[in-house]
């Protein structure tokens, strides 16, 4: 069972805006720790999406935004696009676990 | 363009070592802003943080507590490179190993390309 807990999967059409969401407590998001979120495309390696919550590694499109309330984050795509279809993660330190915690993972179709 | 290489064998007997090793370019082991990682993914357990190594002034290396015991990770400056160790492994360490940077607040911004590893005999 993961410290952080993500919808196993969302689905929505091409353009549309889907959000993802990321619920920890108060060792980890709550705690105020970097929120990250990251892209798994199939058969790759997981690839920096989002990063301290908000912020977009070069070259990864503004389409893709993060937020963070209380103990939860989430990521948005706006302008769904086939190419999003992936595994996203979410990933923050947990002062419990004296490291890090990864969410389980949401599979993202796009219709 | 910092690029991390992996390799070790994919598969390991029950009870033996498994051992990888991530050669770094575009970086550097030593660096004094940089830590490195190792991180597993399989069905079971999700994306699973192992440990790291990084260099402040001296060498540190960190592990996650359900590893402690087991895994050692350890730099290797004369080949810009860092190896894990992970010993007495069981079926239920059958995993894809990645090594992963990261330069601030725990965030990897670049990845190995990930290593299968099956533990069977």
């Known amino acids: 069972q993961s410290v952080l807990t993500q919808p196993p999967s969302v689905s929505g059409a091409p353009g549309q805006r889907v959000t993802i969401s990321c619920t920890g407590s108060s060792s980890n998001i709550g705690a105020g720790f970097g929120v990250h979120w990251y892209q798994r495309l199939p058969g790759t390696a997981p690839k920096l999406l989002i990063y301290?919550?908000?912020n977009r590694p070069s070259g990864v499109p503004d389409r893709f935004s993060g937020s963070r309330s209380g103990t939860s984050a989430s990521l948005a795509i706006t302008g769904l696009q086939a190419e999003d279809e992936a595994d996203y993660y979410c990933?923050?330190?947990?002062?419990?676990?004296?490291?890090?915690?990864f969410g389980g993972g949401t599979k993202l179709t796009v219709l | 363009q910092v690029q991390l290489r992996q390799s070790g064998p994919g598969l390991v007997k029950p009870s033996q070592t498994l051992s990888l090793t991530c050669a770094i370019s575009g970086d550097s082991v030593s660096s004094n802003s940089a830590a490195w990682n190792w991180i597993r993914q399989s069905p079971s357990r999700g994306l699973e943080w192992l440990g790291r190594?990084?260099?402040?002034?001296?060498?540190?290396?960190d592990y996650a507590v359900s590893m402690k015991g087991r895994i050692t990770i350890n730099p290797d400056t004369s080949k810009n490179q860092f190896s894990l160790q992970l010993n007495s492994v069981t079926r239920e360490d059958t995993a894809l190993f990645y090594c992963?940077?990261?330069?601030?607040?725990?965030?990897?911004?670049?990845w190995g390309q990930g290593t299968l590893v099956t533990v069977s005999s």
């Open positions: 190594t990084y260099y402040r002034s001296k060498w540190y290396s």
């Open positions: 301290g919550t908000n």
């Open positions: 990933q923050s330190y947990d002062s419990s676990l004296n490291g890090l915690a």
């Open positions: 992963a940077r990261y330069t601030s607040d725990w965030a990897f911004d670049y």
